[in-house]
């Protein structure tokens, strides 16, 4: 494409050259005018233009590769928020032995939201590392932590044996598993909306979320199969262990899949601007919350809507059916896994809608649907048959299949490169920690207070109004560019098909997003092309010399 508009562009000035002659020969004064008035200002003409050059085109390989060792980390961080999450009564029964069910089972709730109290430090920390030593090194850290931590609660010896130091060391490990997932999903997103293509951005981003409750189902699916293979006084003395063991070998698979995994084009691009002014656009957390507090806001609310909504069907649904509806535990699982399921089968469709109809309509779905119909999916779920209980959890999965599956690709693209992991991080763990985690804990606390079963439903139908209003305030980013970097396409002929509309695209602000880019040190001026070529030309002349100047061997 470049090559046909230089050619062009010379059979251009061929042609007015024979135009502006008159029959003697000669250019006319007006012909000289007008060729000098289209020529005076070459660069900027180039410079307010998208060419090929600027296009970014994802290699296949790559893409999928990167998708594969991000994936793998949230479905082993969620398959340890399954498998905790359903064995809470019997953790409960290990850990705190001599008091009664109900402290038992808020004890075991409490650990579970400890881990959150973590995770907003563990975001700061890893954020900010990711930031500056890039995203692949900080997400081969948080597996390897997090899993470790995983199989060490597997070993840890009951209240029984070590009396109250059991509770000490179980708390101790979520807290490290707390701040290296803190660093997981905000890195992840990062990662991938990084390296994904700008019309397909939604779709690909909402595998991470696939892989989240592919995880979640794995383990709970796990816990199911061993409750209904071991006796009661099996599973308490020794079968609980088997899940959190069997991290070990999940994590080996994890990490061969996140080793081959590269830092993304747009972090290296970062990273090897020389520009004083463009180096100091990374931020501190101070500087960050200063000049991204409204983004950081946005994010914090959306994840709070989103995330009350998702740990109330994966983290809470489990102690609510047992504990609350008085089903045994693997009735509750047998009826939550389906639902599990057809959640990481709607994610990626909701998430490809996103990238037609836009990431705002898709939210508002999201929060609508929560507002709407969390109170009847608890009134259905009182009436405690089957049936009943399972439409009850269609119901409350169906603002999560519009919410959670666009949270990777829509928060990411609030920040620039150089804030994205910290920001992310930030915003997303400070939400996840108050609002997420604490989920289990605040609905088991609201029943056990009123003594009525549809209290949870109430505290949803607040943070979904909250994030119902935050995305009107949202920008829509769906098919754009993120932020500082140019635009990323699939192949070369979308790239030559976007350079050619750019004009009557209207997902592209061609001005801000060349402004953006040479801001950030993205985008490459003719100067810095033509120093590019004649380092390359002149390193290549090098080696040559080096290789005519060494002795012929003997």
Same mark, same amino acid.
């Given at each position: 494409m470049m090559a046909q508009?230089?050619?062009s562009s010379t059979d251009g000035n061929n042609l007015n050259s024979k135009q502006g002659h008159g029959r003697g020969g000669k250019t006319g004064p007006a012909a000289? #005018? $007008?060729? +000098?008035?289209?020529?005076? =200002?070459? =660069? +900027? !003409?180039?410079?307010? $233009?998208?060419?090929?050059? /600027?296009?970014?085109?994802?290699?296949?390989?790559?893409?999928? +590769?990167?998708?594969?060792?991000?994936?793998?980390?949230?479905?082993?961080?969620?398959? /340890?928020?399954?498998?905790? #999450?359903?064995?809470a009564v019997t953790i409960g029964r290990v850990f705190l032995s001599d008091a009664s069910d109900a402290i038992q089972r808020l004890f075991s709730l409490g650990v579970f939201a400890v881990t959150f109290i973590a995770r907003p430090l563990g975001g700061v920390v890893l954020g900010q590392l990711g930031d500056k030593l890039g995203r692949q090194r900080i997400l081969a850290f948080t597996l390897l932590s997090m899993s470790a931590a995983t199989l060490l609660i597997g070993v840890l010896p009951g209240?029984?044996?070590?009396?109250?130091?059991?509770?000490?060391?179980?708390?101790?490990?979520?807290?490290?598993?707390?701040?290296s997932t803190g660093g997981e999903y905000a890195g992840a997103s990062t990662m991938v909306t990084e390296y994904a293509p /700008?019309? =397909?951005?939604?779709?690909?981003?909402?595998?991470?979320?696939?892989? !989240?409750?592919? #995880?979640?189902? *794995?383990?709970?699916?796990?816990? !199911?199969?061993?409750?209904f293979q071991l006796s009661p006084e099996a599973m308490l003395a020794w079968g609980w262990r088997i899940p959190f063991i069997i991290a070990l070998p999940l994590a080996g698979i994890a990490v061969y899949f996140r080793a081959k995994v590269q830092d993304t084009p747009a972090f290296e691009q970062a990273q090897a601007v020389t520009d004083e002014k463009t180096k100091s656009e =990374?931020?501190?957390?101070? /500087?960050?919350?200063r000049g991204y507090w409204k983004e950081l806001l946005m994010a914090f609310i959306l994840v709070a809507a989103a995330n009350t909504l998702s740990y109330t069907l994966t983290a809470y649904m489990p102690t609510y059916l047992t504990g609350t509806l008085h089903y045994n535990t693997a009735q509750a699982n047998l009826l939550s896994l389906p639902v599990l399921l057809l959640v990481a089968f709607c994610i990626p469709i909701t998430g490809a809608l996103s990238d037609r109809f836009g990431r705002k309509k898709v939210l508002f779905m999201g929060a609508f649907t929560g507002l709407c119909l969390s109170l009847?999916? *608890? $009134?259905?779920?009182?009436?405690?048959?089957?049936?009943?209980?399972f439409a009850g959890l269609v119901l409350l999965a169906i603002p999560v299949i519009f919410f959670v599956a666009n949270l990777a690709s829509t928060l990411p693209a609030l920040f620039p490169t150089a804030s994205r992991y910290g920001g992310m991080g930030l915003s997303y763990n400070l939400a996840v920690a108050v609002f997420g985690g604490t989920a289990p804990v605040i609905m088991e606390g609201l029943v056990t207070a009123t003594g009525k079963g549809l209290a949870p439903?109430?505290?949803i139908m607040f943070t979904s109004v909250c994030g119902l209003v935050t995305v009107l305030f949202l920008a829509e980013t769906a098919r754009k560019p993120m932020p500082g970097t140019l635009p990323t396409v699939l192949n070369r002929q979308e790239a030559r098909d976007l350079v050619a509309t750019q004009d009557q695209n209207p997902d592209l602000d061609v001005k801000a997003i060349i402004k953006d880019a040479e801001k950030n040190g993205t985008r490459k001026t003719p100067e810095m092309l033509k120093a590019e070529a004649r380092k390359a030309l002149g390193t290549k002349q090098s080696a040559g010399a080096d290789r005519s100047t060494k002795p012929a061997k003997a």
């Open positions: 508009e230089e050619s000289k #005018g $007008r060729t +000098r008035k289209r020529n005076q =200002h070459p =660069h +900027r !003409s180039w410079n307010q $233009r998208l060419h090929l050059t /600027d296009i970014n085109v994802v290699d296949a390989s790559t893409l999928k +590769r990167a998708i594969a060792g991000t994936v793998v980390g949230n479905f082993m961080e969620w398959y /340890d928020v399954g498998v905790y #999450g359903y064995l209240y029984a044996a070590v009396g109250p130091l059991a509770p000490i060391l179980l708390i101790l490990l979520k807290l490290v598993q707390g701040f /700008d019309r =397909h951005r939604g779709f690909f981003a909402s595998l991470l979320d696939v892989g !989240s409750y592919l #995880g979640y189902a *794995f383990g709970a699916g796990l816990v !199911s199969l061993l409750e =990374h931020k501190g957390l101070g /500087d960050l919350i009847p999916a *608890f $009134r259905i779920l009182e009436q405690s048959t089957t049936g009943a209980v439903a109430y505290w």
